[in-house]
């Protein structure tokens, strides 16, 4: 039956319509995918691709310990996301260690205690949505949580866009006219933070630095304006989510893994065939030199 | 009676010591430059001279020692956008997706509102820059597609359109074709007409001759710091260098 179903395209995109938890699995991970590719555009061109490995990683502590105490999950990932960047920074300055190897080990370990505190905290709390997602399981409480998360990012990314441009390009220019270079870093970690939680819902910890990195790499390739790349950026993110979730309902596949490998192969096709900066455009360039 | 000697003063540095975690990057460093003067930096690598424009634009903090800008603190400088930087070609991100005019409008940024929206004031000011170092044919042009002369003259357009009276270069003259070095050395002059003043950090002796009013020989700490006629002599140019003799460093003509 299921065969016959999709035979047309337009029953394969309304079928799952029908269904209530796919209509919110679309619409959600579609914010979702939109903030974290909003972001994306500043990680990648920040260059921390690494950060925000190490971020949504961190958070999971955080995760735990709050559904046991009761708070909203967000607060507990966004103490221990910044928590992370900070011990991150301390460790760095006090030891000889270098950078990416503090990084690794902080997350890791962070990471690890989250795990071991699942197994020790008895409660309803489902470590496999947890580290691979469950957007076709997601809560009243948690669509209203995500949707205020998200708008928040939203807007704090939005307002202060302009100035986290700079930041990313030239910090010093920024500290030398006065503008606020300790609240702008702040700021990118904390929203990192909060898209590292509403991400985790839609592809789980272990995935979701793909929804943070990977729109804003694709876009990075297809544009050379900052503005462009943001669009870019988030409609590969939404058209992502949507095609990893028809395509893990109509051929039973983790859900979370499906959205991340079409964000992969969306990534792949503007490697390929980039206009200015696909590797075919960049051979064509020397063709005419031989 | 202090308050007054400050005044005469645009720059004034006295005694600044910086470290990074506790490594000495720069000890008893003074500096004094007042308006319409030019002063060359000159330094090893890793003598302080980037550590030096750091500390005067407060992007690291001193440990040490006093800083005033126009007789005031190095914050109320940033505020009133008294202080512009121009950085070195490697020390920005060339394939940033950012075109000139973006680049030039961030010189404005300091003293639009929180939203940075553009005033006509401001426009026009980016317009005027761009127009100074020519490059009004690349006004949408992404930074990537600039060669190292155009760069430059981007981040220079900047510090113009910021409308500071001090600036700071590091090399300006590094990695930039004659016509670019033409157009830096004619905006120097005009710099200096207009009251500016000038820091500038370089490798080549003959620029510092042909620019610069004072020079400042830096190792760590201050070698020497005086008219360049007297102060750059063969002698403290060894010093600074480490023994190396500027027979060596700059050929047997200098």
Redesign the interface.
């Known amino acids: 039956m299921e065969l016959c179903s999709f035979l047309t395209l337009d029953s394969f995109i309304t079928d799952p319509l029908t269904h209530d938890f796919m209509r919110k699995a679309l619409l959600m991970s579609s914010l979702v995918a939109a903030v974290c590719g909003f972001l994306s555009s500043f990680l990648t061109?920040k260059g921390w691709a690494l950060m925000g490995d190490a971020v949504s990683h961190s958070v999971m502590p955080g995760v735990v310990v709050a559904y046991a105490l009761g708070l909203p999950f967000s607060l507990g990932a966004f103490i221990f996301g910044v928590g992370s960047v900070a011990l991150i920074g301390f460790i760095k300055?006090k030891s000889r260690v270098k950078e990416d190897t503090v990084i690794g080990l902080v997350f890791t370990g962070f990471f690890a205690l989250g795990i071991v505190l699942v197994s020790k905290i008895k409660s309803n709390i489902d470590l496999h949505s947890i580290l691979f997602g469950s957007p076709l399981g997601i809560s009243l409480s948690d669509v209203k949580q995500t949707i205020f998360i998200s708008l928040l990012v939203v807007i704090l990314l939005s307002?202060f866009r302009?100035?986290l441009?700079?930041y990313?390009?030239?910090p010093?220019?920024?500290?030398?006219?006065?503008?606020n270079v300790f609240f702008l870093h702040y700021l990118l970690l904390t929203c990192l933070s909060l898209a590292a939680v509403v991400g985790l819902q839609s592809v789980g910890i272990i995935l979701v630095v793909a929804m943070l990195i990977t729109p804003g790499a694709t876009a990075?390739l297809l544009?050379?304006?900052?503005d462009?790349?943001t669009v870019i950026s988030v409609l590969s993110a939404i058209i992502s989510s949507l095609i990893g979730i028809y395509v893990s309902f109509w051929f039973d596949l983790e859900t979370g893994g499906s959205i991340v490998l079409a964000q992969t192969f969306i990534f792949l096709f503007a490697f390929l065939f980039a206009p200015r900066y696909g590797i075919f455009k960049l051979k064509k360039l020397f063709a005419g030199y031989k | 009676m202090e308050t007054i000697n400050y005044q005469n003063f645009r720059i004034d540095a006295e005694n600044i010591c910086v470290d990074y975690n506790g490594k000495v990057a720069l000890y008893d460093a003074n500096l004094k430059l007042k308006p319409g003067q030019i002063c060359g930096l000159v330094g090893m690598n890793g003598a302080g001279k980037t550590t030096f424009f750091n500390a005067l634009t407060g992007f690291v903090n001193i440990s040490k020692g006093k800083i005033r800008i126009n007789g005031e603190s190095v914050r109320t400088a940033q505020k009133d956008q008294t202080i512009a930087y121009v950085p070195q070609n490697e020390g920005i991100d060339s394939q940033f997706p950012i075109s000139v005019w973006d680049v030039v409008m961030m010189g404005r940024y300091g003293s639009m509102n929180i939203f940075r929206c553009p005033r006509e004031s401001d426009v026009q000011a980016v317009k005027d820059a761009i127009d100074r170092v020519d490059l009004t044919d690349h006004l949408s042009s992404p930074i990537g597609n600039l060669s190292g002369g155009q760069r430059k003259r981007t981040f220079l357009a900047r510090a113009i359109a910021q409308r500071a009276s001090i600036l700071l270069l590091d090399e300006p003259f590094s990695g930039v074709d004659i016509r670019t070095e033409k157009l830096i050395s004619e905006l120097f002059i005009q710099f200096k007409n207009e009251g500016k003043t000038i820091l500038l950090s370089t490798h080549d002796m003959i620029h510092v001759r042909e620019f610069c009013d004072l020079v400042l020989l830096i190792n760590k700490t201050v070698v020497a710091y005086g008219e360049t006629s007297e102060v750059f002599t063969p002698e403290n140019i060894t010093t600074t260098f480490g023994g190396i003799s500027p027979d060596f460093l700059f050929g047997p003509e200098s």
Not at chain 1, 223 to 226: M, N, Y
Request: with cysteine; charged share 30%; glycine share 4%.
């Open positions: 061109l300055q307002i302009k100035d441009m700079l990313c390009f030239d010093r220019h920024a500290k030398t006219v006065g503008i990075y544009t050379d304006k900052f462009n790349m």
